[in-house]
């Protein structure tokens, strides 16, 4: 017996020298993540935060998460919600990932969050803010570490109301993410009697926006408020400074406008006012070590995408911790997943009921490259998780 071990063992050793392909030898120890994100089009560098974010977390621990070593696959989703159920099944059926992480843009993740339900694969969102993720679409299998779209809008309402502001334009792109972001703001500052005046769209990801701010000009709202993230936030700001409203109508919006973006703006963005789950210099110590870290590993500032990314690998982690690497206990994973406490670089944050993060809004100021913290506009948020009944 001893005999034929050592002699498999002494076969394997020869195929190992010999380069051959060492069959599933160490799949049984290690975990496979899909990474499905952006990694072209308007959304490209969002994608690239939260690759790099995940990653870091992995690095940190010798290239496991909770204790597993972990493999990729990854698959660019282009922003296209035409292709997001072919992709998300090329991971899932082609790679048998353990787990879907994924991805920025609403419109895709729903597509993978139907997968994920119908395949039982579990899923870490790490972006997109689709309230149907963590409403009508929650599933035991389906978790969120960023926020949802409702979130940042909504703890833009009272701040507005408290600077006297009574009449808003809303603008953004009509797709899932800017039409609940949008609905999110109208939600508290109507609630406090405020009125928004005119809801102007345009197609995603269209930044043709001179029509738009020539209407908005000549209706001469208090403010604007706006969704607008990545490439096209960039553009906004440049072109609502060139038209010369920055200065006569405010213009105001969920975070995105402005993390990850400042510099691209060259100046347009300086002094806006945001509302989002994530600041620069907020002060703890996580968030200084991962600053640090990120920096060092890349050469730049995270924002918030790479934060969301981070806590996507920590939440693995607590899951994976929890059944001591055994990614086939799937109901211990969960269990855990749901109690986990993230000690996330925004601020440590909870699980709600429909697995997304209950956390603090802040009121944000751009100065230079980064937002600051003005204030906390919302403690402790939770998403109404209006539909979702979890079985
Ligand atoms: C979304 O589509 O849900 C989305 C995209 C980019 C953001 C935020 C939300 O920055």
């Not at 920025?104 to 969102?125: E, N, P």
């Not at 345009?202 to 930044?207: A, H, K, R, Y």
């Not at 405010?250 to 995105?256: A, E, Q, V």
């Not at 993390?259 to 006012?273: P, R």
Request: glycine share 12%.
């Amino acid at each position: 017996m001893e005999k034929t071990i050592n002699r498999l063992s002494g076969l394997l050793a020869g195929a190992a020298l010999l380069g051959l392909a060492m069959p599933a030898a160490h799949a049984a120890d290690a975990v496979k993540v899909g990474l499905m994100l952006p990694a072209t089009g308007t959304y490209a560098k969002l994608g690239t935060a939260i690759t790099n974010g995940f990653k870091l977390y992995a690095d940190e621990n010798g290239g496991k998460i909770g204790g597993v070593t972990v493999e990729y696959s990854m698959v660019d989703d282009e922003s296209d919600p035409a292709k997001a159920t072919e992709n998300a099944n090329k991971l899932v059926k082609r790679d048998a990932v353990d787990v879907l992480v994924g991805t920025v843009h609403s419109g895709v993740a729903m597509a993978m969050a139907k997968v994920a339900r119908g395949t039982k694969t579990l899923m870490i969102v790490p972006n997109a803010g689709a309230d149907e993720l963590t409403g009508p679409l929650c599933a035991p299998n389906i978790f969120r570490t960023s926020f949802t779209n409702w979130q940042p809008s909504y703890a833009m309402g009272p701040v507005l109301l408290g600077k006297g502001v009574k009449k808003v334009v809303t603008l953004t792109w009509k797709y899932s993410a800017g039409l609940q972001a949008i609905d999110g703001f109208k939600e508290s500052f109507t609630a406090g009697g405020g009125e928004i005046v005119k809801e102007l769209t345009l197609p995603f990801p269209n930044t043709e926006f001179q029509p738009y701010l020539t209407e908005i000009a000549s209706l001469k709202p208090d403010a604007v408020f706006v969704f607008f993230a990545g490439g096209g936030a960039v553009k906004l700001a440049k072109d609502y400074a060139a038209a010369g409203l920055k200065d006569s109508i405010p213009l105001y919006g969920s975070g995105f406008l402005t993390d990850g973006t400042l510099d691209a703006m060259g100046g347009a963005g300086e002094g806006l006012l945001t509302t989002l789950h994530y600041a620069d210099g907020l002060d703890n110590a996580k968030d200084k070590a991962f600053r640090a870290a990120y920096e060092k590993a890349y050469g730049m500032a995270p924002d918030v995408y790479a934060v969301q990314g981070y806590d996507a690998a920590q939440l693995l982690a607590a899951g994976l911790t929890a059944v001591q690497g055994k990614v086939e206990d799937r109901q211990g994973m969960i269990k855990a997943m749901e109690a986990a406490h993230i000690d996330s670089p925004r601020g440590t944050f909870s699980m709600s009921a429909a697995h997304n993060p209950v956390q603090d809004i802040y009121l944000r100021e751009a100065k230079g490259s980064v937002n600051p913290v003005v204030s906390v506009a919302s403690k402790a948020l939770a998403d109404p998780a209006r539909g979702c009944s979890m079985q």
